[in-house]
């Protein structure tokens, strides 16, 4: 074979690779939304989901959310008096929060640590045997293990992005009123009047994609994973990786939907 | 008209890539007798009976139970099929997430055979008395077990719905020689008790012994030699010698 052929031979197979990659997410996507609507339902694993995803969660998006905001409030005041526009801190912290920074850096937290565990958890699982397990006892794993954590995450990925906006807010406030000299009141009220309905939802809306993909990535390398610890670690890996680069892809994407049109 | 067997497997087949793990296996299974599926690492056993409970869907062939095939089944008629089963899977296979009593009684705590909560953790508990070990154990977690009550609560789970068929896979694989025992007495004092069929895979000849009533052995994806487990000494089958006995040479390559 030529160097040529060889070339096109290597892209290809890549090419191939992707293909059936992207048909075996479709299927696995379709199977788990199809078991999210068709019962039997596990209300008390959703309920176990919604605990370690959401609840659990909420240090790391405070946390995340309320720097964020303090950093957002520095940056806009510095650039701000360039222009003498420091005024407009309180509104751009509040609409950069609550548009993006909430549910984007939100996500990309929870991506790296709700995608990592449920790969790591079905992986194991896969690895033990212990899915084969669940189908023997008459148990469907796409509707114990992959559904439940499909609708705990879209739920709980807007709940966590509304407490990181007022996080993240609070953030801005502390900066505003403690280092520049803004009035509380004032910082308040230019946060509130300046802050629309479409803001907030279209954060919420767009943080619960993200939970959704968050959670199908991690079931997808999880229940894929190959064997041993080898296969466990990239499958971990290929989830968080996967969540970011989609949750970043698709954020672009609801702005275009959410904000062009 | 004699009854059909419980379990017949006809022509078997399945291909993984370019490995051809069953090339037509061919096996039957009466009602209430133990078979004990015997050939090295890699020959095909676990396919077998991983295609039997549907886990694995074979290329070819047919699978029949009491005489009706079972490929194919889906949705209400595969969770009855099911239901009729009980597996001890290989590394015990418990959920780590859930005490030992929610593992055995798993399959009472939802879905058909539902009962209230605190009727499934007594039956979970009688259970656990049958594999030979105390109420205590009911509330630990499968992490806090070692190898050898692991394999008991996997029993316990896998006899906890009373099922018609059971499968032991490698049921003593890392398992000390007086645990080994251990295990092989109570999968035989189980089968013989509640008149269940079952399918155990090992290649420990001292499993074959104390748990067989007939004996299949599985080379390059066939069955190479089936019989009663008395015969295996005096079966004139030049593999299942070489097997039986562990020697380097014979009609099995030692390295594959």
Known sequence: MSAVQGFLAAIGAAVLSLCAAAGALAIFTANGVRHVFLPPWYPGEIGRQLMRIGYFSLPVVGLTAFFTGAALALQIYIGGARFNAEAVVPSIVAIGMVRELGPVLGGLMVAGRVSASIAAELGTMRVTEQIDALTTLSTNPFKYLVAPRLVAATIAMPALAFVGDIIGILGGFAVGTARLGFNGATYVRNTWDFLTTEDIASGLWKAAVFGFIIALMGCYHGYSSGRGALGVGRATTNAVVSASILILASNYLLNEIFFTS | ?256
């Open chain 2, 1 to 256: 008209m004699s009854a059909p067997p419980k379990i017949e497997m006809r022509g078997v087949t399945k291909t993984f890539g370019s490995n051809r793990v069953l090339q037509g296996v061919d096996l039957k299974v009466a009602k209430g007798e133990s078979l004990v599926v015997i050939g090295g690492s890699g020959t095909g056993k676990s396919v077998t009976i991983k295609t039997i409970i549907g886990l694995i869907e074979p290329d070819g062939g047919d699978i029949l139970l009491d005489g009706e095939t079972i490929l194919g089944a889906k949705g209400a008629k595969r969770d009855r099929l099911l239901e009729r089963f009980g597996m001890l899977f290989q590394g015990g296979a418990l959920f780590d997430s859930m005490p030992v009593w929610r593992n055995i009684a798993f399959r009472l705590l939802q879905g058909r055979l539902k009962r209230p909560a605190a009727e499934a953790r007594a039956i979970a508990v009688e259970k656990l008395r049958r594999v030979g070990l105390k109420e205590p154990v009911a509330d630990l977690y499968p992490a806090e077990l070692s190898g050898g009550m692991q394999k008991r609560v996997g029993l316990a789970r896998a006899i906890a719905a009373d099922p018609e068929i059971m499968f032991f896979d490698e049921p003593t694989a890392g398992l000390d020689p007086i645990m080994a025992s251990v295990i092989n007495k109570l999968i035989r004092a189980l089968v013989t008790e509640t008149g269940a069929t079952a399918i155990t895979i090992t290649h420990d000849m001292r499993s074959v012994v104390e748990i067989a009533d007939r004996v299949a052995m599985i080379h390059e994806g066939r069955v190479q030699w089936e019989g009663p487990v008395g015969e295996i000494e005096r079966s004139g089958n030049a593999h299942l010698d070489q097997f039986i006995h562990g020697r380097e040479e014979g009609p099995i390559e030692a390295v594959r």
